[in-house]
């Protein structure tokens, strides 16, 4: 049974999996219709059967403003198959749903499908134009390995995981050691999700490749250390809920990491950043523990008014600005956090202390995010 | 777009949640019902929110036996919610779908969805009973690293992928070099899923904790090398496709992980097993192979009388019953391809190949596959 505040382990996945027919060995494939299916001009078209229902729709977030519309219906057809073709839309990284009479649906047709906390969904991929693939496209560069550990952690006493990148090269100069970037996911993610969703290894093996950033090694941990109780507002959880995630990342992720691979233990070989939720607890650890590391980027989230951090950092800015070699952040001008981001922004210019703050285009959505990637490990360790 | 016969860059990954609430951060959870849920007596119940609906039943391969049904039909409740509890099922992994009206559906509240090749699914695990957990349950003993590796393939120069599972303490001692399984899947999944549905680092983790396995690396590649045309029955293709993937094995997996890790390079130290479609190739390029391999497991999958590979072992059996320490054969009595590996069996026993043959409960499933694995790993390397 699940309980809010027990932890059970679970499993979900992503696969992309080989094009073509599979319907020549073993059970029959689930569906016989191809769904979506991307056409070289960038439209998609999609595809659906279910023949006794009334309305299927289309929805897909990260759509949404490439097609001026939170959801696209779909139209009945020959042998009770529904279809919409949409677009042409930009390159990028698309993840949708449909609603058959009011029922979410994964597209059964679809060969890539990731799910996380808020459930499954289908996703699809339009490349970049010929010779200039997207910054987050798989291109023929060396590859860096990606590690899964499973670790019992000092905060929690239960099982976890984490997920570590390792540039192309690791492991070949026997006395090298990497500069670390511990890197956060959202609340509607686990320590997969940077890899499945955000693509940090190819995003890294590109700029790597390109000369653009440092290789580095990247740690993604699990940032739900403890759950919160469902409705609660007090914020004595939330202050518990932090000091339970700095505990394990700090005494259980770091040590192991710091154990398993050769990696820098300086805070000039060590930045912290993340997304949403990871953002919050990035700039919290970042800015709380300035002697562990000196690069620090938030992605979206941002840290309330009244946060102790703040506090502190209030108290001695001039600790911070010596330590600190960058504090990025950025946000999009669509994201329901705008107005605090924009807070923090103000309060750290109140304070003096040196930061970028950027905001671009795009919503509370990966397409930002890992734009955000993008342009932030190239910042780093130089 | 996705076009027959064509192969693209493949993905896959496992997640592992923590349960409860998630109401309390950014958007809200897709769906607030709790299912499956799992009663301390085995008993599941599933739910399902379909207001308009006529019809909704559960489907599972997997609880099929157990519920002595192919599907079962859920109740629709208030507020337009379906709901069914079944069972009490055995201590397993139980995968499932709905059936909306005749749409396929993957349950919206399920946080354990798996996708492969045939599209996703939901599941849900029983636990052994109090002290007596299930060989293939998650259990407090220390814990291996799978690590996930892209590279271009010598035989089809296009990015493929694989999953390697390193015991735990490996890289501790400098000098020690493992024995090493090559472990292949079938044609429905990837290199992922030995890991994310077969739980085979979970079980490698506890049969060493027990001291009832030795201490390996598994590696587990992708077996999908190239796509057969759709309705070819033509034998031609079929040997061109075995012959690409032991190609890409040989050639390009084996170097890697050789160059990669510290495995044994002898027949001695080198076991070659898999499930369905992997069990075909594992039979084909271990005993194709004695050189090579001395260890080789066939779970479900058999290869056809017809088979060069049979051909060359007829003409001289005392080579392989030299080489091999072990040719392991395994079927469930439910299994489709009963009659090929009983024909299997028939042929190895008239051409004098030493060799283990085992009928067991069960059919084509993973539940089946988990449990021999379980049974392999223990004979291996001794």
Partial sequence: M???????????????????????????????????????DGKITFRLHAPKAEKV???????????????????????????????????????????????????????DVFGNRRGSRGFVEVPGPKGRPRTD???????????????????????????????????KEADRKYPVLYL???????????????????????????????????VMPDGHVRERPPGELDDKP???????????????????????????????????????????????VGLGNPEKFAWVGGFSGALRADDPVLARLRSDPARANERLKLLWLAIGKDDVGLKGKRDLDAALKEMGVKHEYHETEGAHRWSVWRQYLAEFLPRLFR
Avoid: C
């Fill in 2 to 40: 699940r309980q809010p505040g027990r932890m059970i382990p679970v499993l979900a996945g992503l696969v992309l999996l080989a094009a073509g027919s599979d319907a020549t060995r073993g059970q029959a494939p689930r569906s016989p219709l191809v769904s979506p299916e991307v056409q070289p």
């Fill in 137 to 171: 496209e798989w291109r023929d560069v060396p590859h860096g390995v990606v590690s899964i550990h499973w670790y019992t952690s000092a905060a929690t006493g239960v099982r976890r995981r984490l997920h570590v990148y390792t540039p192309p090269g690791y492991g």
């Fill in 57 to 111: 729709v289309l929805n897909s977030g990260e759509m949404q403003a490439a097609l001026k519309a939170a959801s696209t219906p779909l139209e009945k057809g020959e042998g009770g198959v529904w279809s919409v073709t949409v677009g042409p839309l930009p390159p990028g990284i698309y993840d949708y749903s449909f609603n058959v009479d009011g029922v979410v649906l994964t597209d059964p047709s679809s060969p």
């Fill in 184 to 218: 956060l996911h959202g609340s509607g993610d686990n320590d997969s999700h940077w890899m499945l969703i955000g693509r940090a290894n190819v995003i890294a093996d590109n700029l790597i490749a390109d000369g653009k950033a440092v290789p580095l090694v990247i």
């Fill in 238 to 284: 939330r202050q518990e809920i932090r000091a339970a995630f700095e505990k394990d990342l700090l005494e259980s992720v770091v040590p192991l990491v710091e154990s398993a691979y050769r990696i820098r233990t300086d805070a000039a070989g060590r930045a912290v950043a993340g997304l949403s939720m990871g953002s919050a607890q990035a700039l919290a």
